[in-house]
């Protein structure tokens, strides 16, 4: 699918944000004064902007407040009702932590189950697609989960933990590439089912439907070649992953904590374009795309 660099962002940021929120809501760290308007406020900056970043990603922004209407049905509303209501509920925790020394630790532990609960909710947008094999699997939300909490306790300077969430943030993504590579084998998705003349024999594409460009080839389709793939990959996990949590093995300091957090943003921003990138949707059977 494309990559849309609206949605690498959403994920990126708001998993870092509501993943700090989520470690500042259990009081892992429990600032007050100053050092909680920091740490609360990049925290709601992060989530807020990657919301913001997903937001224009719609056809028609003015609408988005319809997403909060389809909770019942739509992992996309729940993950907008998921995230307004954890930005609510982490109000009172982070008032009190800033400006009266006094954390609220009720609101927090709500705050940080609903700040996790909308990083699973993002997840689940993509993991509940039937029609891309890729990300209909039970691989999926670990990596999303994982990262965002990995983000969120080096952003806390939490850096043992951190260390440690990186590492299992790469298995993760190992093992997700590895089931996605074969997921759509596994689907059974061929052109004859696409069709529905597979009974007939092998169906090959004579013509494609469309003569030109068209929203299903430009959204819906993406080619990515294996070899950048690979390299992609190796970036995604070096960078991502085990390069953090080298560098937090080292006697740590604002730098290193630093330099850790950039690596791990620039590898999670390859990966989720990987995600998008590789993953296929069934619809380009009809185009002769697999």
């Known amino acids: 699918m494309h990559p849309a660099p609206s949605l690498i962002l ?26 909680a308007v920091i740490l609360f406020g990049l925290g709601y900056g992060l989530s807020g902007a990657g919301l913001i970043a997903a937001a224009f990603h719609l056809g028609h922004p003015e609408r988005a407040l319809k997403a909060f209407t389809q909770w019942r049905s739509s992992w996309l509303s729940r993950e ?43 997840a689940m ?26 983000g969120g306790a080096l952003l806390a300077a939490q850096t043992g933990l951190a260390m440690w969430l990186m590492l299992a943030t790469g298995v993760a993504m190992v093992v997700h590439w590895l089931a996605g590579d074969r997921q759509f084998a596994a689907a059974g998705s061929t052109a004859g ?8 024999g092998q169906v090959r594409l004579l013509e ?3 003569s030109g460009q068209n929203y299903l080839l430009r959204e819906m389709v993406h080619v990515v070649g294996r070899k950048h793939a690979r390299k992609l990959r190796l970036i995604a996990l070096g960078t991502g992953a085990i390069l953090p949590a080298l560098l937090l093995l080292l006697p740590t300091g ?28 069934v619809v380009g059977l009809y185009y002769g795309k697999r």
């Open 10 to 35: 959403f994920t990126v940021l708001s998993g870092a944000g509501f993943g700090l929120l989520v470690w500042l809501g259990l009081g892992l760290r429990a600032p007050t004064g100053l050092a």
């Open 80 to 122: 907008a009702v998921l995230s307004s209501a954890t930005l609510l509920v982490m109000a009172p925790h982070a008032a009190s932590s800033a400006f009266a020394a006094t954390p609220l630790p009720v609101f927090g532990w709500l705050g940080a189950a609903l700040a996790l609960a909308t990083i699973l909710a993002t």
């Open 125 to 150: 947008i993509y993991a509940q697609i039937r029609a891309v094999p890729r990300w209909h699997h039970w691989s999926t939300p670990p990596v999303f989960v994982l990262a965002a909490l990995a």
């Open 193 to 200: 089912t696409a069709t529905g003349l597979g009974g007939l």
């Open 208 to 210: 494609p439907p469309h």
């Open 254 to 281: 604002y730098l290193l904590v630093g330099l850790a957090l950039l690596a791990h943003i620039c590898g999670m921003l390859a990966q989720r374009w990987l995600f998008f990138a590789e993953a296929e949707h």
